[in-house]
């Protein structure tokens, strides 16, 4: 039962491909059912992000299980895409190296921008979006808790989040290199999301006109009442807000180009003698490539931002071993649990064994003593359990270490407890347990 993450990121694939393949929030939940459809896929989950799309599964086979996730990348909702689009972008990581890669993203060292912001909070509404789909088990319900928390920890015990820099800032730094000052600027943003409301947020503090316009005119009215400037114009006056920019900004979530040449061509016939600056932070992007043949417009998409902030992100470089360490502690930690795992049927059975013998005990003396006191029940029971507690802490304890360190050595000992306490091992139920996360363990060696 192998952990894998499958994928392709702002490392592997540029930003064609990877909107391409990008799943839009409102059909994610879909998307992990249909996940679940795949008879090789035990659990997954899913992370799709401007820099990347990664699927996070556990499965029966990896070969099958491997194919299976590809023909899905392939084939869900991206009509005619065909999987061999992405086969020279796309990566595969196994057991260990998936759990350290995920850690690595949610630190922030795996993003375009190092130590960026919104990557800790798009891990978790991954996690939050496989919680409601149902797709997640134990295995990665544990595994994206702890990426959460290391990246908590990175953030809280290191600089890796200081001198904040973001797409949406970076974005605003790179208009204000093409277009000088933005003061008394008039800026459209085109999207009221969390790009859109930090870009926004920067926007006032450099002085700029803002023009909000975002498919739910409620939103955009609710973010420049948030900023107490700018104003809120319906998407259908784009080409009326267009008109009066400097620059815009876009950032929806639409899948279909929003700002097409006819839309900016048209409006810049009402300003020819005035330029037009855009920047699409949106993956899948907002603004059709052929644009930037209208006459006095230059486009900057995505993948052009991280080298704008690359000299802002010194202090956050010096963190990296730092954060390094936390992840390495985070990835034994989830290692230790998952080898554990291997220990748990044998420990449930050998308790409940303890336990069932105790209670058929206890009910004999009570039996045979009618003239005992709840008060002297309760005590008899007390130090019953403390005795079983203490009998078996010290075999659980060594159970679980060496379920950690010698798989082969753990299912000897098992069979042994079986022989000397009767456990039903090899019974077809147990075994069916036993043999699953045996075989899960090898993975995460």
């Known amino acids: 039962m192998p952990l894998v993450c499958l994928g392709l990121s702002h490392k592997t694939a540029p930003v064609e491909v990877r909107e391409r393949h990008a799943f839009p929030p409102s059909r994610m939940g879909e998307a992990l059912v249909a996940l679940r459809d795949y008879e090789a896929v035990r659990e997954a989950i899913m992370l799709s992000t401007c820099g990347r799309v990664e699927i996070y599964a556990e499965l029966d086979d990896y070969e099958s299980g491997i194919g299976q996730l590809k023909r899905f990348l392939g084939n869900f909702g991206h009509g005619t895409v065909a999987a061999s689009d992405m086969e020279s972008y796309m990566y595969t990581l196994l057991g260990t190296e998936a759990v350290e890669h995920l850690f690595r993203v949610a630190t922030g060292l795996d993003s375009m921008l190092i130590g960026e912001p919104e990557i800790l909070g798009q891990v978790k509404d991954a996690y939050i979006q496989g919680q409601r789909a149902r797709s997640l088990g134990k295995s990665l319900h544990k595994l994206f808790r702890e990426a959460i928390n290391a990246g908590k920890a990175a953030r809280s015990q290191t600089s890796i989040g200081d001198k904040s820099v973001s797409v949406a800032t970076a974005a605003i730094e790179m208009a204000s290199e093409h277009v000088g000052t933005l003061e008394g600027k008039t800026v459209v943003v085109v999207g009221a999301g969390k790009m859109g409301q930090t870009a926004a947020k920067r926007l006032k503090l450099e002085g700029a006109r803002i023009l909000v316009l975002n498919r739910s005119h409620e939103r955009a009215e609710h973010l420049v009442a948030d900023l107490g400037t700018g104003s809120a114009l319906e998407m259908p006056r ?64 995505i993948d052009r931002l991280a080298a704008i902030v690359d000299t802002r992100l010194e202090l956050r470089r010096e963190a990296i071993p730092l954060v390094e360490e936390i992840i390495s502690e985070y990835v034994e930690r989830f290692g230790d649990w998952y080898q554990s795992r291997l220990a748990i049927p044998l420990i449930a059975s050998l308790t409940q064994k303890a336990d069932a013998l105790r209670e058929s005990e206890l009910a004999r003396l009570f039996g045979r003593c009618p003239q005992l006191s709840e008060r002297e029940k309760m005590l008899i ?3 019953s359990l403390t005795i079983v507690s203490k009998l078996l802490h010290p075999a659980i304890a060594k159970i679980r270490a060496k379920a950690q360190k010698d798989r082969n050595e753990a299912l000897s000992q098992a069979r042994l407890l079986d022989e000397l306490f009767d456990l039903n091992i090899e019974t077809p139920q147990f075994a069916d347990v036993f043999l699953e996360t045996l075989s899960a363990t090898a993975d995460v060696d």
């Open 238 to 301: 784009l080409i009326e807000a267009l008109k009066e920019a400097d620059v815009a900004i876009t950032s929806t979530g639409a899948s279909h180009f929003i700002l097409t040449p006819g839309v900016v061509a048209e409006a810049m016939l009402a300003r020819p003698q005035r330029a037009l600056f855009i920047v699409d932070i949106a993956v899948p992007r907002d603004v059709d490539p052929a644009v930037a043949r209208v006459p006095g417009v230059a486009i900057a998409d």
């Open 381 to 383: 029971t007390g130090m």
